[in-house]
C-alpha cells in the first residue's frame, strides 16, 4: 500500500529510494518485482540498522533538489507531491502538510493525535522559534531541499530513538520560509507495538531524549546565527525531553536521568535562560 501510494502520485518526475532494512519476510522479492517494473524505483538492500541508518542511506543516495520521508507502514494521498512541490518555487525552504492518524485494530489512537499531527500554521510563513515549537518533528509531513540538508551534514542520530527531533530541529535551524498545507494527505498507521506506544508503557530508552536534546543544543552552539534557537528554544526543550524521559523511564533509571538533566543544565549555562524565560 505505501509502494503503491507513491506509485499513484499526479506528480510523476519522482526518485523513489526504498530500502529493505534486513527484512526477515519477502519484502526484498516484493520491491525487486516492482522495481523491475518501474525504473524510478532504486532498492538499497542493507542489514537490519534501525529508521536512522537507513535514512541516512537515503539522504546518502538521493540526487534529487528535494527530498522527503515515507515510512513502509503508511501512505500518502495521490495529490500529495503534485500539491507540494510546486510551492518550492515561492523560495521556501520546506514545505509542512498535515498528518491522518490511522490506529490498526487494538492500537490506541490518543485524544491529541488530531492536534499534534495538524499543521498549525496556513500558506507562506517566515519561520521563528516559537512557531517552530508548536508543529511536530515528524519527519515525513514534510519536504526539504536536499541542498541544505547535504551542506550542513543534517543526519539522523544513530543508535537512539526519539531521532525525529534532532533533524527537525538541526534543519529548521537553517531554514528562513515554509509553506504550510492544512491538508492531511500524509496517512500514518499507528500500531500497538510502535516506539512511542513502548515509551508510554515505560522503557528503558526514555532517557534517549536527553541525549538528543543535548546532540540539539550542542547545534545550536555550533554557529552565532544559531543564538536565538538556544535562547528561545532550550529552556521550552529542555522542560519538556526531562519530564518526558523521567515519567517514561522504568523506576531504577529516574536517578540517572536527573544527573543527566543537571549536566545539561550545566553544560549549556541553561540556568541564566530559565530566569529570562522564567521557566
Not at 135 to 162: D, G, M, R, W
Not at 172 to 191: D, E, H, S
Request: with cysteine; aromatic share 12%.
Amino acid at each position: 500500500k505505501c509502494l503503491d501510494s507513491v506509485l499513484a502520485q499526479t506528480c510523476t518526475n519522482l526518485e523513489i529510494i526504498c530500502i529493505n532494512d534486513g527484512s526477515t519476510d519477502n519484502s526484498a522479492a516484493i520491491l525487486a518485482a516492482y522495481a523491475q517494473k518501474d525504473p524510478r524505483i532504486i532498492v538499497i538492500d542493507q542489514e537490519n540498522s534501525g529508521p536512522s541508518i537507513t535514512r541516512n542511506n537515503g539522504i546518502k543516495q538521493a540526487t534529487g533538489t528535494l527530498l522527503t520521508f515515507l515510512d513502509s507502514d503508511d501512505f500518502i494521498n495521490p495529490e500529495t507531491y503534485q500539491l507540494c512541490i510546486p510551492l518550492f518555487q515561492l523560495n521556501v525552504d520546506v514545505v509542512f502538510f498535515g498528518c491522518k492518524v490511522v490506529a490498526e485494530t487494538n492500537a490506541i489512537k490518543w485524544d491529541s493525535d488530531d492536534d499534534y499531527y495538524s499543521v498549525h500554521q496556513d500558506g507562506l510563513v517566515e519561520l521563528t522559534p516559537q512557531i517552530l515549537l508548536y508543529e511536530n518533528v515528524s519527519p515525513c509531513n514534510k519536504i526539504y531541499k536536499t541542498a541544505v540538508i547535504l551542506e550542513k551534514q543534517i543526519y539522523f542520530p544513530e543508535h537512539l530513538l526519539y531521532e525525529d527531533a534532532e533533524f527537525y530541529w538541526k534543519y529548521m535551524a537553517n531554514a528562513q520560509n515554509a509553506y504550510f498545507i492544512q491538508n492531511k494527505v500524509y496517512n500514518y498507521l499507528r500500531r500497538n507495538n510502535s516506539t512511542m506506544a513502548n515509551t508510554f508503557r515505560g522503557t528503558d530508552k526514555a532517557k534517549d531524549h536527553l541525549k538528543v536534546l543535548d546532540n540539539i543544543l550542542t547545534y545550536f552552539g555550533l554557529n552565532i546565527k544559531y543564538d536565538h534557537f538556544m535562547k528561545k528554544v532550550a529552556p521550552q526543550l529542555f522542560e519538556s525531553y526531562f519530564w518526558f524521559s523521567y515519567q517514561h523511564a522504568m523506576p531504577e533509571q529516574r536517578k540517572d536521568i536527573l544527573q543527566m538533566a543537571l549536566n545539561i543544565i550545566a553544560k549549556y549555562q541553561l540556568r541564566q535562560l530559565f530566569t529570562e524565560h522564567q521557566v
